[in-house]
């Protein structure tokens, strides 16, 4: 770790905190030799595998640091975990913005368009804004986990309108579980933890100076709602979806299968507002 990022007076104040409580834990339940060394050997695999932010998603602890960072502040939209499936420098999408392709097994799903404003907390339109938008398909989960699917789809960065308005054409998200064939699998099969997700799309949304924010959106109705195995899910991020079966809209919009709308306004925190 380096002590840029963390100052050395509070390293040393928080491992001494965390060693005596891991300790205490060690003692309370006798842990043996055996054990501890199963142990070091299951995060010597977790780290060989890249799997660091997924424990810390499955084990809720990136859901606590999530809240204690940006905390709760009714003016801005609530931030949420990024988790890893994240892609560096997904590509630009131009309006009317579209982030996917169709592909086998993508007609098993609907379209959907998701629209708002992106504004500062006092309501100002932010134009500049971007947006980045990272989810998974009907079919098939992420893009790295579907052959089917081309690269980066269901991922896009686009900008706002000049009154800070978005849409963009997706397809609605299925629950999907976590990745369960690495060491981390085998962690939440040992505790008995379900590996799954309620559907979701994740944002990242900037703008010049404002506070980036990270965040998600759910579905109401969705079965892993209220059990989401990283326990990310806020109630002001569970928007509705508006089902449209009109003919004249499903052409207007130029598809051949009725669609759905989902609204979400962002606001986003000025620069120097606390967090
Ligand atoms: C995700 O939502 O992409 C995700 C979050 C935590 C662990 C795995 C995936
Ligand atoms: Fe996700």
């Known amino acids: 770790m380096s002590t840029t990022a963390v100052g050395q007076e509070r390293l040393a104040e928080v491992v001494k905190d965390a060693l005596d409580v891991l300790h205490e834990v060690l003692e309370r339940h006798r842990v043996t030799e055996d054990e501890w060394y199963a142990v070091l050997r299951f995060l010597t695999e977790a780290g060989r595998a890249d799997e660091f932010v997924l424990l810390s998603d499955v084990t809720r602890t990136s859901v606590l640091i999530d809240a204690m960072s940006h905390g709760a502040d009714e003016a801005a939209t609530a931030s949420d975990v990024e988790g890893p499936l994240y892609r560096e420098d997904p590509p630009w999408r131009e309006a009317p913005v579209k982030i996917y392709e169709e592909y086998e097994g993508s007609d098993e799903g609907e379209v959907l368009f998701v629209r708002g404003t992106v504004t500062s907390t006092d309501g100002t339109p932010l134009p500049d804004a971007v947006v980045d938008i990272w989810q998974t398909g009907p079919s098939g989960g992420y893009d790295v986990w579907d052959e089917r699917q081309p690269e980066y789809n269901f991922r896009g960065r686009f900008k706002v309108a000049e009154d800070g308005a978005y849409e963009f054409q ?43 924010l990270v965040t998600q959106v759910f579905f109401p109705g969705d079965p892993y709602l209220d059990d989401d195995t990283i326990g990310a899910v806020k109630p002001a991020l569970v928007r509705p979806l508006e089902r449209h079966d009109d003919a004249a809209e499903i052409e207007a919009r130029g598809l051949g299968a009725p669609f759905s709308t989902c609204d979400f306004d962002i606001r986003l925190r000025p620069q120097n507002a606390g967090a």
Do not use: S
Request: charged share 15%; no cysteine.
């Open 170 to 212: 997706t397809m609605v998200p299925k629950p999907y579980t976590v990745p369960t064939e690495g060491p981390v699998g085998r962690y939440l099969d040992a505790v008995g933890q379900h590996p799954w997700r309620p559907a979701h799309i994740h944002f990242k949304v900037t703008a010049e100076g404002h506070q980036p």
